[in-house]
């Protein structure tokens, strides 16, 4: 059954913060909230990264929020996120969500044309297809990773992406591990010569970046156990690892190696891929999705009478002549006091910059420069001293972990969440908007990053049908 109906909440939170269903708004359309420049769409969040989105408010974007889904548990999720936001007693937001769910959720939201960003973070099966259609209707697309999940669509993609270049609208993914403070300081660190040297070409035995992603199916999100839609265990639906996950990774390594540089899908080498399963018991799967049995589209994955998920991959390959490799596994569940966590190796001619996040880091991500050639340690040091204090990061400090080891101690401060890297995103694209347009090396980077890790699904799956 269609519906179109106001998610309200307390009667005290509307009236000290002008809620939902108040009188400074129309009921059907928000006109007063409308003047602002960006008015957001959400369509079928079926992934909790939809809702993160609106963790915050923005000054130029409405409160009024038009959400598009067909009907199910999904999105009622979704608006139980919204009003966590709008309800917390520490810096409340105030979003108005203006929800249609029937069988044409999408077809309404294109007719109806509420805003001007659509924001899509759910089941990956169609995104190439919402993302296409998004752009031919004249709205900018702000795509939650990943934007395809098959070879079949990276021309889809890469038309999108044209198409939306000749309306002058954009469309951009969410690339929330660029802010992540450790990852940053590698990525300035290895633009120190002093300190790092060159960037190795590596091998493809020793290759000269490595990023290894470890994630977790039972998690917490905002303080409460997540639960997850029996889909995204289905790789048809969400997507195998080796194109989900890994999208950060290759992205990262574009980022931090050539950064601001225009990539090419000329410029990748695909040289090995692999993909494993996670097995998942029953009782697992219902920990984590709250159902009492699996669905019939997931037999096909039952194996032993547990259930299968090509959520694990690896990637071998060369950027511009440079060996990199791309690995990401997926747990049922992290280990006490731990989370996902994330290893990151690039090897320079002077030394390697290296993130850790294990258990004697106490799971936070942690920056060395390890393996340190060409100087004593004590003149390293003085270099890697006055490289940090060059930065825009006051108060970071260096530290020895072990022979021919430092650490850079970063203050708590700079300590963002994963959460909350989602507004830093949405910010920014805000900001590209207003100017218009995109760095002129960002569209082409997104077209070799998808171009990458489907090739890396294509060589994998070649391999399992060979074997």
Known sequence: MKKLFFLIISAGFLASCGGRGSNNTDNSTGTMENNKPVRLITVDPGHFHAALVQKIMYDKVSRDVHLYAPEGPDYQQHLNRIDSYNSRTENPTSWNEIVYTGPDFFEKMITENAGNVVVLSGNNRKKAEYISKSIAAGMNVLADKPMIINPDDFELLRSAFKAAGEKGILLYDIMTERYEITTILQKLLSQKSEVFGTLQKGSREDPAVTKVSVHHFSKLVSGSPLIRPAWFFDVVQQGEGIVDVTTHLVDLVQWECFPEQILNTSDVNMVAAKRWPTVISPEEFSGVTGLESIPDYLQKDMKDGNLNVFANGEMIYQLKGVFAKVSVEWNYKAPPG??????????????????????????????????????????????????????????????????NVLRINIPAKYRVTHEDHFGQVTARFLEYMEAGKLPEWEVPNMITKYYTTTSALRMALEQKQQN
């Open 338 to 403: 731990g989370g996902d966590t994330h290893y990151s190796v690039m090897k320079g001619s002077q030394c390697d910059l290296v993130i850790r996040q294990g258990a004697e880091e106490k799971f936070i991500p942690t920056l060395y420069a390890e393996n340190i050639r060409g100087a004593g340690i004590d003149e390293f040091t003085a270099k890697l001293n006055a490289a940090i204090s060059s930065l825009p990061y006051d108060g970071l400090t260096v530290e020895s972990a072990g022979k």
